[in-house]
């Protein structure tokens, strides 16, 4: 037999449930376009009666104490979180390379504005200068230009490829200062963050709350970072004293497939967490000299610290090699990377073409250029009339190739009316001149036009991988469709990669976003559900004020 | 699969902004036809482009120095053809033909400074310049390639008969060598040079001219010079050096008419040089049709690789624009319903 006050406490737990169930549904309602928001559930469980299997319980009809709310749970699957941080940096690399490779084709290409008579056309600068250059050259045979107007236009041309290898270089610096300052800042304050959430979650859920909203913020900082480094996150079980379990995050770098490296690099651990830091040398990783024209940038992960964070542990050992994914990993290819010139004769070339397989190829086709010219330019005595030179260590003008880049080759200064020799015709006698033979000038304009130059890794034209073998108007023209090209692939590349990411944002969001059908229902069951049980707690009422106010009062009329 | 309101949201945003940037895209090539804006949009097209800009431009350097050469050797042959009319004039009833043994001395005078003034004209002509150079001068177009020093010719500073120079030492190159010079220009035969860092003579167009060839030089057989300026010299210090008042000596005549025949053979061979010059024209004129052909065909290529056909640029704008209509108002009924807009 049940007690006299045991249908009201019944019907209080389940206004209470409904209650609560109803105050979940608006939370949910609220926050459905909350960035990041999981969509909550009550955990309720019926009670069994309370003195089940005691020495004094009750039997035959016992019933059970109501309905209990244990407590609110989030929907969310963290397998589809793992692969939402794999792709996203994939997604982070790919648009990180396509945006550089789209700024450096701006260098080499334009569009002229379309006039009355005609559609505007693409102008491959480098293309066109050279056009130009072999147009004055037989303007020149023709009489119809002088030796000044072939200078001049020597000079723009030379002044063009200057002005491209400035341009990269401006782009390498840009992209050195978005990594060393802007992305590793972010990266570094989204760690420390979330090794800060860790401890209020930690200690939230020892004293038994559960803190959704607090993970929901940390889940979101994790996604933010996972563009920057492939991560790999877990959850163990700790100990929390008292019986108690509690979990721990733990964050380490990730390959590309989302797997932690072996050794792993621990990002954060609880609350403690890691410093990133960006520099760069001219030594290569292993401390070495480089022999590369440019700096090169090195990533280096400190140890874990708690949260003052002011000293950090030793070096992790972390090298440029084991970053596999992200947009630091898109940084450190642009950066480091030179595609064919990192290789070896006879090799594949595996490593990426970033900004320095550009500027080094734009120095390749500089000292071909200067070659042709200067080794066609001698007079009928054998002398070498140098056209283009650069400059060596001393600041002094040099026409030995190696001295020779795209950033510094210029007209010789030695260059006046006269120094072009136009043919090896002698004349007559002394006072016979040889005007009208132009048949240097010939020779030089079939070689620009048709002689076949080796574009090699190698300033000797055979010992390192060759780019292009044919003509020099093929090599000045090929740097935008190379680049072009390069930027198309990786243009699919990250058009994919979008929409792998949105696919699996989608998967997500299915799972753990707010569906307003969903929660209009709820309102509709959790309502009559309280509508119920209030009814329920009346008739109880009612029964008691029977039972006390009216039973065993006969006769009293 | 669940579909929530915040995937229907958010699918839904990114589809309008895909269909409007697609729609975005085919208004720009509607602007300008273009197929790519910058080569990563297609980089074969701008491959195939950069190639044909190239290729138009070359067209355009040919057709330039065709042009020019025409206009020079159009005035070299008008030149030609003055020397041959004053080389006829030498040789017509009046002066040349008149010459038999009845000519008096009087006479004589007259004839011998007729053939003097047509001997200066010539020089005079063989010295005319079109577009401040010489044309007859071979590789040397800025000094006159012949000069008068007394009764002598020299051309390029080497006397026309004896081959040498003023000072009788021999020159660099022999009158023979000149005659062979060559000034090359590139009409788009494609340049090759030989090993020895020659021009090969097919693959480009030889503009030089040199008057010796066309005047002549050197001795014939029987001694006589084969320059028309030189033996219209001889002939008339013949005339003028003859001892007889009233006619001239067998003798006399059989040396005048010897020089007169190989005058005449002389005059054949300018005729010869005139007709070379002609063929010179003629095969400028066939490179000039050539070099236009290929110029329509080069612009055909480049509409073809570099812009799209109007009807398929507006046709693609109008489908787009279409696709963007219709994910905008069907946007509008979607995304407005959902069970809360029925519960009371």
């Known amino acids: 037999m049940s007690s006299t006050f045991d249908g009201l406490r019944i019907a209080r737990s389940g206004v209470q449930a409904s209650r609560d169930n109803l105050n979940i549904t608006g939370q949910n309602i609220t926050n459905s376009e909350t960035e990041g928001y999981t969509r909550q559930r009550v955990d309720q469980s019926s009670l069994s009666p309370s003195e089940y299997g005691g020495f004094w319980a009750s039997t035959g009809a016992t019933c059970g104490d109501g309905v209990r709310a244990k407590g609110v749970t989030q929907l969310r699957d963290t397998f589809l979180d793992g692969e939402y941080r794999t792709q996203n940096a994939k ?58 107007n072939v200078r001049e236009e020597t000079k723009l041309l030379a002044s063009d490829l200057n002005s491209a290898a400035t341009a990269l270089n401006t782009i390498r610096e840009h992209q050195y200062s978005n990594f060393s300052e802007n992305s590793v800042d972010n990266v570094n304050g989204f760690m420390k963050n979330i090794a800060a959430l860790n401890q209020r979650i930690k200690a939230a859920e020892v004293a038994g709350s559960p803190v959704l909203e607090l993970k929901d913020q940390r889940n979101l900082m994790l996604d933010k970072l996972s563009k920057y480094v492939g991560i ?4 163990t079980r700790q100990d929390a004293g008292a019986g108690q379990k509690v979990d721990n995050l733990s964050v380490s770098l990730a390959d590309k497939d989302g797997n932690s490296l072996k050794p792993p690099f621990t990002l954060i651990d609880g609350n403690q967490f890691a410093n990133f830091t960006v520099t760069r040398d001219g030594n290569n990783e292993s401390g070495a000299a480089s022999t590369k024209p440019f700096d090169i940038t090195h990533v280096r992960l400190s140890g874990l610290s708690s949260d003052s964070g002011k000293t950090f542990g030793a070096d992790s050992g972390l090298k440029n090699s084991d970053i596999k ?35 080094q190829l ?80 010939i020779n030089i304009i079939s070689d620009l036009k048709d002689k076949p130059v080796t574009l090699n890794t190698n300033l000797d034209g055979k010992s390192g991988v060759t780019i292009l073998h044919d003509t020099l108007q093929k090599g000045f023209a090929g740097v935008a469709t190379m680049l072009g090209e390069d930027a198309n692939s990786m243009q699919v590349a ?64 | 699969m669940r579909i929530t309101t915040h995937m229907m949201m958010n699918n839904y945003r990114n589809d309008v902004e895909d269909a409007f940037s697609s729609m ?166 494609g340049i090759k040079v030989n090993k020895d860092g020659s021009i090969n003579a097919q693959s480009a167009f030889d503009s030089a001219m040199p008057g010796i060839s066309y005047i002549g030089y050197g001795v014939d057989a029987d001694g006589n010079p084969k320059n028309v300026c030189s033996l219209l010299t001889k002939i008339s210090n013949a005339l003028k050096s003859s001892s007889n008042e009233d006619t001239l000596s067998t003798s006399e005549l059989n040396n005048i008419q010897s020089y007169i025949s190989t005058f005449r053979n002389s005059h054949d061979d300018l005729r010869n040089g005139q007709s070379a010059v002609g063929q010179k024209l003629q095969f400028l004129d066939s490179t000039s049709n050539y070099l236009t052909d290929v110029n329509l065909n080069l612009a ?45």
């Open chain 1, 494 to 557: 990250d058009t994919t990669n979008s929409q792998l990411l949105n696919n699996i944002h989608n998967d997500r969001q299915s799972v753990s976003s707010v569906s307003l059908d969903d929660e209009a229902v709820s309102i509709i069951q959790f309502s009559q559900s309280l509508n119920a049980s209030s009814r329920f707690m009346t008739a109880v009422d009612e029964c008691l004020q029977t039972i006390i106010n009216n039973m065993g009062l006969t006769g009293r009329g």
């Open chain 1, 362 to 441: 734009l120095d390749t086709i500089s000292q071909s250029f200067a070659r042709m010219l200067n080794q066609d330019n001698i007079t009928e005595k054998g002398e070498q009339h140098g056209l283009l030179g650069g400059y060596d260590v001393n600041g002094d003008e040099s026409f030995d190739l190696k001295d020779i880049t795209a950033e510094n080759i210029h007209i010789a200064s030695t260059w006046t009316d006269g120094w072009l020799v136009k043919s090896k015709n002698p004349g007559t006698g002394k006072d016979d001149n040889t005007n009208a033979s132009y048949s240097n000038i």
């Open chain 1, 91 to 148: 997604d982070g690399e790919s648009s990180d390379i396509l945006n550089a490779l789209y700024d450096m084709e701006n260098i080499f290409t334009s569009t002229t504005t379309a006039d009355s008579s005609s559609n505007s056309s693409a102008i491959n600068v480098l293309n066109n200068e050279f056009g130009k250059l072999v147009s004055i050259l037989e303007s020149y045979t023709n009489k119809n230009a002088s030796e000044s």
């Open chain 1, 232 to 235: 790999h996150v877990e959850y």
């Open chain 2, 300 to 344: 055909s290529k480049d509409n073809e690789v570099e812009f799209l056909s109007p009807y398929d640029a507006i046709e693609s704008f109008y489908s787009q624009s279409y696709c963007y209509s219709s994910s905008l108002k069907v946007g509008n009924q979607v995304l407005q319903q959902s069970l809360m807009d029925y519960l009371k």
């Open chain 2, 24 to 189: 975005n895209k085919a208004l720009q090539h509607t602007i300008d036809y273009r197929k790519f804006e910058r080569p990563s949009d297609d980089p074969v097209a701008a491959s195939q482009t950069f190639d044909v800009h190239w290729m138009t431009g070359l067209n355009n350097d040919y057709t330039a120095n065709v042009t020019d050469q025409k206009a020079t050797i159009t005035t070299a042959e008008k030149v030609l053809q003055h020397v041959d009319k004053l080389l006829t004039n030498a040789d017509t009833t009046d002066t040349l033909k008149a010459v038999n043994g009845d000519i008096n001395s009087n006479n004589r005078e007259v004839l011998a400074n007729q053939l003097t003034d047509i001997r200066n004209e010539i020089v005079s002509q063989m010295n005319s310049m079109y577009s401040g150079n010489y044309l007859f001068g071979g590789s040397n177009d800025s000094d006159p390639p012949f000069q008068m020093k007394g009764d002598q010719l020299y051309y390029r500073g080497i006397n026309v008969d004896t081959g040498k120079l003023e000072d009788g030492s021999k020159p660099k190159i022999t009158l023979d060598q000149l005659t062979n010079e060559k000034t090359y220009v590139d009409i788009g035969l």
């Open chain 1, 325 to 359: 994914s992200g947009s630091f990993s898109g940084y450190l290819k642009l950066l480091n990377e030179s595609g064919e010139y990192d290789t070896a004769a006879g090799n594949i070339t595996t490593t990426a073409r970033g900004i320095g397989f550009y500027s």
